[in-house]
């Protein structure tokens, strides 16, 4: 079953910088939009940043000008730099791709990475 493998996160410092990965656990026909999510305890999960099916990057308001994504089409993979990481980013953070198989091409599939979890402190 195609999944997605998250790497990266951990613990950091403020200020330092937080590199987080994504990689499709098979080969499949294609990926769609992907992106990276975050969650605070008790709160909904919001979206980071993202690459639209178009090329285009989005970022939240909080991150721009700090984060940074990307994507290695042969590799299925999607990454996330985020800068000047703050104390209150202390979050799980969620890899997010639609993912079009082999076997049923003009169909995806929205999967989300296991979360990895990323703690800041001094």
């Known amino acids: 079953q195609v999944r997605l493998v998250e790497s990266g996160g951990g613990l950091a410092l403020p200020g330092g910088t937080l590199r987080l990965s994504c990689t499709v656990s098979?080969?499949?026909?294609?990926?769609?939009?992907v992106g990276w999510y975050r969650q605070y305890p008790g709160k909904e999960r919001e979206s980071v940043a993202i690459i639209t099916r178009t090329g285009s990057k989005v970022y939240a308001d909080s991150v721009k000008g700090r984060a940074t994504i990307s994507r290695d089409n042969a590799k299925n993979s999607v990454y996330l730099q985020l800068d000047r990481l703050m104390a209150e980013e202390m979050a799980v953070y969620y890899c997010n791709q639609e993912i079009y198989s082999y076997k049923v091409r003009y169909v995806y599939v929205e999967l989300w990475g296991q979360g990895t979890a990323v703690t800041v402190f001094s």
């Open positions: 098979e080969n499949v026909f294609k990926v769609g939009r």
